[in-house]
């Protein structure tokens, strides 16, 4: 078995030796930079890690991968001109970097190919591989959507948001898993219920990040805290505060929602203020364990021995152990 450290080398060795033609470089060097930036490679390390599962080999479930990952970042590149999003990673955004045109067609060539590394698996596997692979990248989109609309929207229910998050963070990683969990020689039940592990997991992941935007330490997280309050992001700590403030806490957040950015840390100081008013860290903290115990639980039924479980066990265990 394969660890989650040799792993992530693999991964980035491999984006690392993937040559792009030199011109049109304004078409080129912006993928190559997105890719050099590395990150966590978390998607890529959970497929390979679902494929090692059923296989001792994971060479041949490389390419996916990597395809997997293009995408991912390609979605990054997006959304970073659509949040006007100034660093990604610490480094210059590619809209900041070129331009918005650019940062757009570099985006385009990636999601070409994210799908070109993806066609490479077992002509056997392809058509499941690639109807999971198309479903997915739609419905990160339509997640990606209902976010934006939730920008312009007072009210957003609990249940829209988990839905939001599920579709633009946590399918993805789903796809991952079963998608690895294919090439690796899983059944489709044991395929599914990798699928549903990454499903729950990433609405895990995503409460995560909300909760860590807010009372993160900012050694520990890399961003800045209360960057989602200063945003007015419609995040699982502000929809539930919105349901459970009485109207004069109500009446505060929608003042400083509508409150200019030149008064940022007032603002972030007296909505966390609310929130622990409310027991919001704790709302959330609880919502975060329901995720991560179901998830887990749908691991738990897989056919393979708990003894090659324990890596992708104890990698995600950690992740979510993410310090506060």
């Given at each position: 078995m394969?660890?989650p450290e040799?792993i992530?080398?693999?991964v ?5 030796s ?12 912006p993928?190559q ?12 390390i959970l497929s390979?890690?679902s494929?090692?599962?059923?296989s001792?080999s994971i ?6 991968a ?7 970042n390609?979605t ?9 999003a100034?660093?990604?990673?610490g480094?210059?955004?590619v809209?900041r ?9 570099s985006?385009?060539a990636?999601q070409i ?5 993806l066609?490479q698996?077992?002509p056997?596997?392809?058509?499941k591989?690639?109807r999971?692979?198309?479903?997915t990248?739609?419905e990160?989109c339509e ?7 939730f920008?312009?929207l007072s009210n957003?229910?609990r ?25 690796g020689g899983?059944?489709d039940?044991d395929?599914g219920l990798?699928y549903?592990?990454?499903?729950l ?10 909760l860590?935007d807010?009372y ?5 997280f890399?961003k800045?805290i209360?960057?989602?309050?200063a945003?007015?992001k419609k995040?699982?700590?502000l929809?539930t505060a ?6 004069s806490?109500?009446e505060l957040?929608?003042?400083?929602m509508?409150?200019d950015?030149?008064?940022?840390l007032?603002?972030?100081?007296v909505i ?5 008013d409310?027991?919001i860290?704790?709302?959330?903290e609880?919502?975060?364990a329901?995720f991560?115990?179901?998830a887990?639980r749908?691991?738990?039924g897989?056919s393979?021995?708990?003894e090659?479980?324990q890596a992708?066990?104890?990698y995600t ?8």
């Open positions: 394969y660890t040799e992530q080398t693999i980035n060795q491999k984006i690392a993937i040559e792009f033609p030199a011109q049109p470089a304004d078409l080129y060097l993928i930079y997105v890719l050099s930036l590395n990150g966590k490679r978390l998607r890529p390979l890690m494929c090692n599962l059923f001792d060479d041949h479930a490389l390419e996916a990597i395809g997997i990952e293009m995408f991912h390609f990054l590149l997006h959304d970073d001109i659509m949040d006007h100034d660093k990604r990673r480094h210059p955004t809209h970097k070129w331009n918005e045109n650019i940062a757009i067609l985006g385009d990636m190919d994210a799908v070109r590394h066609s698996v077992p056997e596997l392809l058509p591989i690639l999971r692979f198309l479903q990248a739609m990160v997640g990606q959507q209902m976010d934006m609309d920008e312009t957003v229910s249940e829209d948001y988990l839905e939001m998050i599920r579709l633009k963070t946590a399918v993805l990683l789903a796809a991952s898993l079963q998608i690895g969990a294919w090439l899983a059944s039940h395929a990798l549903r592990f990454g499903l997991l990433g609405q895990a992941f995503q409460l995560q990040d909300d860590l807010v993160g330490d900012v050694s520990v890399g800045n209360g960057g989602d309050i945003a007015n995040t699982y700590l929809i919105l349901n459970n403030a009485n109207e806490q109500k957040l929608f003042h400083w509508a409150t950015s030149t008064h940022v007032e603002k972030v100081k966390t203020a609310i929130y622990d409310l027991n860290k704790t709302l959330c609880n919502e975060i329901s991560h115990d179901q887990f749908a691991l738990s897989l393979v021995p708990i090659r479980q992708i066990i104890n265990t950690r992740l979510m152990k993410r310090q506060l």
